[in-house]
């Protein structure tokens, strides 16, 4: 059964009126990426189970007046492509984009995190309860990001509630498979023992997994358990 962009934005994305696909769709509200959007195939997968990310710009002001440049932000935009097009191995759409930002004036202590700071950052700031949070900052001094292995359901318990990314290093590539491997932390995911796995491999044991760009893989039980995650939405 072929289902149109209108149905899918009013069923599934609870938008209406005048749509465009990059916006209203795909949730790209930051201009066009250098990706291909395959429409059929991104309506298929947001119809499906499907998780809802909501996106922090940390530093950011209207106008890209802060430190979070406007470049930056289309940087995350592939990112979050990339990471449907891995997630797309275990069924699992990535549907609703929320976009949040933390000006200036608040955003001071975090612009810079270490694995303290990241949880803080989570504890201070939060999104809307059906979406994972996912904080880019400019620099994450201890690692490419920071996420729970199986984050809590509650965004009003303690410790870290959502992952955290750094936005300045690595290509555009890599910071999708990185936004892919925290997010996948997020859905109860452990490090794997291949490099060629979205979670990476931790060789010497100090937590921190070891990726690149080409780290896409998704097996099978890693599948099963992103699935059966709290955070795992209903189809629509």
């Known amino acids: 059964m072929r289902v149109s962009i209108r149905d899918t934005c009013s069923d599934c994305l609870g938008e209406t009126g005048t749509l465009r696909v990059n916006r209203d769709l795909f949730g790209y509200i930051y201009g066009k990426i250098d990706r291909d959007l395959r429409v059929r195939q991104h309506i298929d997968r947001i119809r499906g189970e499907s998780i809802n990310i909501c996106i922090f710009l940390v530093g950011h002001e209207p106008g890209f007046g802060g430190s979070f440049t406007q470049a930056q932000a289309t940087r ?3 990112a979050i492509d990339l990471t449907r097009e891995i997630y797309a191995q275990a069924n699992l759409g990535v549907r609703k984009i929320y976009w949040r930002y933390i000006g200036t004036d608040k955003a001071g202590p975090y612009l810079s995190v270490n694995s303290s700071g990241a949880t803080d950052l989570t504890d201070a700031f939060s999104g809307p309860n059906d979406g994972i949070d996912v904080f880019w900052v400019q620099t994450v001094s201890d690692a490419g990001g920071w996420s729970n292995s199986k984050g809590p359901c509650d965004k009003d318990g ?18 999708g498979v990185l936004m892919a491997h925290e997010v996948g932390h997020y859905l109860t995911l452990k490090h794997a023992n291949a490099i060629t796995n979205v979670m990476g491999v931790d ?3 100090d937590g921190i997994g070891e990726l690149n760009s080409t780290s896409r893989d998704i097996t099978s039980s890693q599948r099963n358990k992103m699935l059966d995650s709290c955070w795992v939405r209903s189809p629509c």
């Not at 303690?158 to 910071?175: I, M, N, P, Y």
């Open 158 to 175: 303690k410790g870290r509630t959502g992952a955290v990314l750094e936005v300045t290093s690595g290509s555009d590539d890599f910071k």
């Open 76 to 78: 995350v935009q592939h």
């Open 203 to 205: 060789s010497n044991n």
